[in-house]
């Protein structure tokens, strides 16, 4: 998880949620404990299968969340393996080269809509239609 500390508690929902439904998460409450080496941790994080990184305006504005997405996005910048997922939950513009990769969006949505959206975001299979859609011709 990289978040800026303004938006902790959006991080520690979205840890929950994923860690309810099975998925690990490194996540500094839970793993950076008392004796831990703070850089040693952080390049754990770093090393992830995937970043979630929560957006919001204040984001983009904090080294540590910078250092942890770019490194995230230097291991696949093409987003092949979908290692960084951006997860916007304030209004805002992501600046830069986070302006290129689809984010899950959460603004203004109620908790459940939140959960599916950020549970369907994350899922590595490709979503298939469940029924089929209205014929367009006449």
């Not at 929560?54 to 996005?73: C, G, I, K, N, Q």
């Amino acid at each position: 998880m990289s978040f800026a500390k303004h938006d902790i508690d959006w991080a520690r929902w979205i840890a929950a949620v994923l860690e309810l439904e099975g998925h690990t998460v490194v996540f500094q409450e839970q793993d950076m404990r008392p004796g831990h080496n703070v850089v040693r941790q952080m390049q754990l994080g770093a090393a992830a299968t995937r970043t979630i990184a929560v957006l919001s305006p204040t984001y983009a504005d904090r080294p540590y969340p910078l250092s942890e997405w770019a490194a995230a996005y230097v291991r696949d910048p093409a987003g092949v393996e979908r290692t960084l997922i951006p997860v916007r939950v304030k209004e805002c513009r992501p600046p830069g080269l986070l302006a290129a990769i689809v984010y899950i969006d959460l603004v203004g949505t109620d908790r459940d809509e939140a959960k599916q959206r950020l549970l369907r975001g994350i899922d590595m299979e490709r979503p298939k239609p469940t029924e089929e859609p209205p014929f367009p011709g006449g």
